[in-house]
C-alpha cells in the first residue's frame, strides 16, 4: 500500500505522520529528539507505522463484540513487548561495558547488581503497562531511566557497589540503545507477542483468537511502501533528505492546521524555540508570516525557564496558573528581566498563581504583537505547538482574542504536535 | 571558498583601486577633508574646492567586512551609546576611540568641515553633534526638506539653491580659500550626469531574465563610484562604461548571476528587496540567495546615494544648484511612504520580480519605520506575496544566519506554492 509520510524535527521532540492514499492519516509517531535527527526520524517513522498497523487492524477487527477492548490491550501489551525487548538490549549493552578495563575488578559484582536491577525493573513492567496505569512518560528513556535509578541506588547500597558506577554504565549504554531503531521483524514479533499476552487476559471479547490472529497477521503483512517523505523542522537540514524532501515548518504548520481544520485562516504556532503568525489562504496556503526575532522571549523555552526558576515541572505551570484569582502584571517578556521580576513579586508576597497566570498572559501578549504582524487574527484561528496543552496560555489567549478581535472559532486539537508533521506528509502526498 | 577565491570582475578591481586611492587622498594630509553623508551628499560641489569627500557610512560598511566593526561597537557602548543607536554611528564613533585609522592603515585627519546635507534621517544631526564635539571643526548644514508629498517642490528647491548660495558656498570658500566657479561646477555636473546614464542602464538589466546582474549584492558594488567621491569625475565615467561592457558580454553570452563563489545556478526566484544589506555576514547572506536560485533584479538601498530610474532625474549642468537641490530631495529616504510603495511596487511589476522581501534593519528608523505597511501595500498593488527577514547593518551580534535562513526557504516555498495554486507553469515540485 502506498503511504506519504510527514516527519517534524523539532528541538525537543520528532514527529511523524503517515498518511494513505486518500489523505487518510493512518498513525502518528513521537520521539525524544536527542543529539541525532537521523535516528529520530527513523524511530517516529517507524512508531507511525505502527500506528498505521493498528489503525488497519482496528478496520479489519470492526466495532462490537469487545473489539474496542481488545484493541485498548493489544496495544497496552504491545508496548509492553517493546518496553521488554527494549530493556533486554538495555541489560546487554551494559554487560558489554563490563569488560572495560576500569570495571576489571569488579565485574562479576556488577554483573550480579545490574541483573538485580533489571530482573527488578523486569517484574515491574506488566504493573507500568496494566490497564488505568499513569505513566509520565512514553518515551523508553524515561521510563527505564527513572526505574533503573531507584532500584539501583537501593541495590547499589544494600551490596556496597558504589551507585555511581552503575549510573555510568546505564548513561553510556542509554545512548547505545536509543541509537537502535527496530526492523520491521522485530516489530512484527512484538505485535504478535502482544496480541498472544492481549488474549490471554481478555474476557468479554467475542473475535477468536485464530480470526484475530489471522486478520493481525494480514495486516502485518501489508508493506507499507514509503512513497514520498517530506521532511521539516529545525533539523530538517541535517537529515539525509534530498532537498526537494525539505519544506519549511511555516508551509507545514500552515497546511497542517488546514488539513485539521479547514476553515483555518490563522495559525499560531508557538515552538520551543520560535512563534510564529501565519496566514494561510482557503487551500492551506501561506500568504504571510512572521516569527519572533533574535531572543526567545514568549517560545516555550521561556515557560521551561520560569520553571527552573520556580523548581517546579514544566507541565506544573499551567495548572498552578489557573488557580489564580488575579492576573499579576508582568511588564517583560524578555527572559531574564521576567526572572528578575518574578523574583521581585515573590518577594514582595504576591501570590505564585496570580504571578504565573501573568506570566502566561505577557507570553501571550507577545505572540498577539506577532500575530497583528503576521496581519492580524481572521477567522477561523488555530493554535498549535506544544503551548497549546498549556491551560492557563490557552486561556488567557482567548481572552486576548475575544478582547482584540471579537468572538472567533479558536480551534485547538489534541493532536496539534503532530500539525507540522500532518503538513508535510500532505506535501507528501502532493510532491507525488 | 577562501577570500582569495572571491570572483572578482574588472570594474570591481578598478572600483577598488579607486576606493584605495580616495583613502589616500585623504589620509595624505596634502588634501582639505570634509566629512558628509551618501544620501544626497555635494560631491560635484565639493569638488569645486578640492576637498576630499570622507563619508563615515562608508568607513563603517568597510569595517564590517573586514570584521572590524563589532569591535568598534563594543567601544562605543562602552563609553555609553546605547543599543538601539544605529550601529553605523557607533562602528564610527567607535573607529574614532580606537584610533581612527582608515583601512589603509593610516589615521584619518581631523576633517577640516563637516558638511551636512541631511536627507531623511534625523540620525545624521546627532551623529554630526558628536563629530563636531571631537573635531571642533566647523560645520555647515544643508536643510533639506523632508518630501512629505512625495515630489520636490519649487519652494523646497527655493529653499535649499538660497542656502546652497547663503551658507553652504561660502564656508566652503572660506575653508578652501578657493573662489567657488560656477562652471567648474557645471563640468562636473556634466560628467555626473554621463555616468548615471551608464547606472541606469545598468539598473534596467535586470528587467532580461534571466537577469545578468543582482541589483542588490552585486547592486552595492555597482552604485559604490556614483554614490560616494567619485560622482562628476572621469574616473565614475570610466567605471560605468567598463561595468556596462561588462555586462553587456553577460548579456551576449546568456548568462545569469555572477557571485563571489561563482556563476549562479538556475534563476528560480526574482526578487525586489527593501532595505540595507547586512554587511557583517554579507557573503553568508548573499549566498542563502544564490543557493536558492535567488535573484534580486531592484533594490531600494540602490537608490539611498540618489533616485535616478523612477522619475529619471540626472544632474543638469544647465540648472547646476538647483539640480543639487532636486538631487538631495530627491534620494530615497528622504521619500514618503505612499512613493515608496509606489516606486517597489512598480519595480515589481516591471522587473516580473516573484515578490518583496524587506530586510528590516534593527538599529535604522529611517528605513524600518512603516516598513510592514509598506510590504502589505504593495501585497496588495501587485498580488505577490512579500516577506520579512531582520537583520543589522555592522553590528554582527545581530544576524542569527538560522533565523534568516529559516524566513527566507520558507518565503521561496510560499512563492512556489503560489505558482502552483495560480496554475503557472513550473517544476518545482
Ligand atoms: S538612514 Fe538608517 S542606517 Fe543610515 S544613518 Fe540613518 S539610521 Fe543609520
Known amino acids: 500500500m502506498r503511504t506519504f509520510i510527514g516527519i517534524d524535527l523539532g528541538s525537543t521532540t520528532t514527529k511523524a505522520v503517515l498518511m494513505d492514499e486518500n489523505q487518510a492519516v493512518l498513525g502518528r509517531g513521537i520521539t525524544n529528539s536527542r543529539s541525532n535527527y537521523d535516528v529520530a526520524a527513523a524511530v517516529c517513522k517507524q512508531e507511525a507505522k505502527i500506528g498505521a498497523r493498528f489503525t488497519l487492524f482496528k478496520n479489519a477487527l470492526g466495532s462490537g463484540g469487545g473489539a474496542e477492548i481488545l484493541l485498548e490491550d493489544l496495544e497496552r501489551n504491545f508496548r509492553l513487548e517493546q518496553f521488554l525487548s527494549e530493556l533486554n538490549q538495555l541489560e546487554q549493552t551494559c554487560e558489554n561495558y563490563l569488560d572495560h578495563p576500569r570495571f576489571k575488578d569488579m565485574k562479576s559484582a556488577l554483573r550480579e547488581a545490574l541483573g538485580a536491577v533489571f530482573r527488578q525493573i523486569e517484574t515491574e513492567a506488566p504493573a507500568i503497562y496494566a490497564p488505568e496505569a499513569d505513566r509520565k512518560s512514553d518515551f523508553f528513556r524515561d521510563i527505564a531511566g527513572s526505574r533503573f535509578m531507584d532500584i539501583a541506588e537501593r541495590i547499589g547500597r544494600e551490596s556496597g557497589i558504589s551507585f555511581e558506577s552503575l549510573l555510568n554504565i546505564y548513561d553510556k549504554s542509554i545512548i547505545d540503545v536509543e541509537s537502535l531503531v527496530h526492523s520491521d521483524e522485530v516489530v512484527s514479533r512484538q505485535l504478535m507477542n502482544g496480541l498472544s499476552r492481549a488474549l490471554k487476559e481478555l474476557e468479554g471479547v467475542e473475535v477468536s483468537e485464530a480470526d484475530a490472529q489471522a486478520a493481525l497477521k494480514k495486516v502485518i503483512d501489508l508493506e507499507l511502501e514509503e512513497t514520498y517523505v517530506v521532511g521539516t523542522g529545525y533539523g530538517r537540514v541535517r537529515l539525509p533528505f534530498p532537498k526537494e524532501h525539505i519544506r519549511s515548518e511555516i508551509l507545514c504548520h500552515g497546511l497542517g492546521a488546514h488539513m485539521m481544520f479547514p476553515g483555518t485562516r490563522t495559525v499560531l504556532d508557538i515552538g520551543g524555540q520560535d512563534t510564529k503568525g501565519i496566514q494561510v489562504d482557503e487551500n492551506g496556503i501561506v500568504v504571510n508570516f512572521q516569527m519572533n526575532d533574535r531572543c526567545a522571549a514568549g517560545c516555550g523555552r521561556y515557560l521551561g525557564y520560569i520553571a527552573d526558576e520556580m523548581k517546579i515541572g514544566l507541565h506544573e505551570l499551567g495548572p498552578i496558573a489557573m488557580k489564580a484569582t488575579k492576573t499579576t502584571r508582568i511588564n517583560s517578556t524578555c527572559t531574564v528581566f521576567a526572572g528578575a521580576e518574578l523574583r521581585d513579586r515573590l518577594a514582595l508576597g504576591e501570590n505564585r498563581a496570580d504571578i504565573l497566570a501573568g506570566l502566561h498572559r505577557a507570553i501571550m501578549l507577545r505572540a498577539m504583537s506577532i500575530l497583528s504582524r503576521s496581519g492580524g487574527v481572521t477567522d477561523q484561528f488555530t493554535f498549535t505547538g506544544g503551548v497549546a496543552k498549556n491551560e492557563s496560555a490557552v486561556n488567557e489567549l482567548r481572552k486576548l482574542i475575544r478582547e482584540n478581535y471579537g468572538e472567533l472559532t479558536i480551534n485547538i486539537s489534541d493532536e496539534s504536535i503532530y500539525t507540522g508533521a500532518l503538513g508535510g506528509a500532505a506535501f507528501a502526498y502532493r510532491a507525488v | ?429
Open chain 2, 1 to 429: 571558498m577562501s577570500q582569495q577565491d572571491v570572483i572578482k570582475s574588472r570594474s570591481m578591481l578598478l572600483q577598488k583601486e579607486m576606493i584605495a586611492r580616495n583613502y589616500d587622498k585623504i589620509t595624505s594630509g596634502e588634501v582639505k577633508v570634509s566629512s558628509t553623508f551618501v544620501p544626497g551628499n555635494l560631491n560635484e560641489l565639493l569638488m569645486c574646492f578640492d576637498i576630499a569627500n570622507n563619508l563615515p557610512e562608508i568607513n563603517a560598511i568597510q569595517n564590517a567586512m573586514r570584521k572590524k566593526s563589532g569591535e568598534m561597537i563594543m567601544e562605543a557602548e562602552r563609553s555609553g551609546h546605547s543599543e538601539d543607536v544605529c550601529t553605523y554611528v557607533k562602528a564610527d564613533i567607535g573607529m574614532m576611540a580606537k584610533g581612527n585609522i582608515a583601512p589603509n592603515g593610516k589615521p584619518f585627519p581631523d576633517p577640516d568641515v563637516l558638511l551636512l546635507s541631511y536627507t531623511g534621517c534625523f540620525t545624521f544631526l546627532k551623529w554630526f553633534e558628536l563629530l563636531r564635539e571631537q573635531y571642533k571643526c566647523p560645520t555647515v548644514m544643508l536643510q533639506v526638506p523632508y518630501s512629505a508629498d512625495g515630489q520636490p517642490t519649487k519652494n523646497h528647491r527655493d529653499y535649499i539653491v538660497k542656502q546652497l548660495k547663503e551658507e553652504v558656498i561660502p564656508t566652503l570658500e572660506k575653508i578652501s580659500g578657493i573662489k567657488f566657479d560656477i562652471d567648474r561646477l557645471r563640468e562636473y555636473l556634466r560628467k555626473s550626469a554621463k555616468a548615471e546614464d551608464d547606472l541606469v542602464w545598468m539598473l534596467e538589466q535586470s528587467k532580461r531574465k534571466p537577469s545578468p546582474i543582482d541589483c542588490y549584492f552585486g547592486g552595492v558594488y555597482y552604485m559604490g563610484p556614483i554614490f560616494t567621491a567619485f560622482r562628476g569625475t572621469d574616473e565614475a565615467i570610466t567605471y560605468y562604461q567598463m561595468l556596462r561592457e561588462e555586462i553587456q558580454e553577460r548579456i551576449d553570452k546568456g548568462l545569469g548571476v555572477q557571485t563571489p563563489e561563482g556563476e549562479m545556478g538556475e534563476e528560480k526566484y526574482r526578487l525586489v528587496v527593501e532595505g540595507p544589506p547586512n554587511w557583517t555576514s554579507f557573503r553568508e547572506f548573499w549566498k542563502m540567495f544564490h543557493e536558492a536560485g535567488a535573484v534580486v533584479v531592484a533594490s531600494s538601498y540602490t537608490k539611498v546615494g540618489g533616485v535616478y530610474d523612477y522619475d529619471n532625474f540626472r544632474h543638469d549642468p544647465d540648472h547646476p544648484l538647483e539640480s543639487l537641490a532636486d538631487y538631495c530631495l530627491g534620494v530615497y529616504t528622504n521619500r514618503n511612504l505612499p512613493t515608496r510603495v509606489d516606486m517597489l511596487a512598480r519595480n515589481i511589476k516591471e522587473y516580473e520580480a516573484d515578490g518583496l522581501l524587506i530586510n528590516s534593519i534593527k538599529s535604522c528608523n529611517s528605513f524600518s519605520a512603516g516598513q510592514l505597511v509598506l510590504m502589505r501595500e504593495v501585497e496588495k498593488l501587485t498580488g505577490k506575496p512579500g516577506a520579512f527577514v531582520e537583520t543589522d547593518l555592522v553590528d554582527p551580534r545581530y544576524f542569527s544566519a538560522a533565523n534568516v535562513k529559516n524566513r527566507l526557504e520558507s518565503y521561496f516555498q510560499m512563492i512556489d506554492q503560489k505558482r502552483r495554486a495560480g496554475g503557472s507553469a513550473t517544476t518545482l515540485a
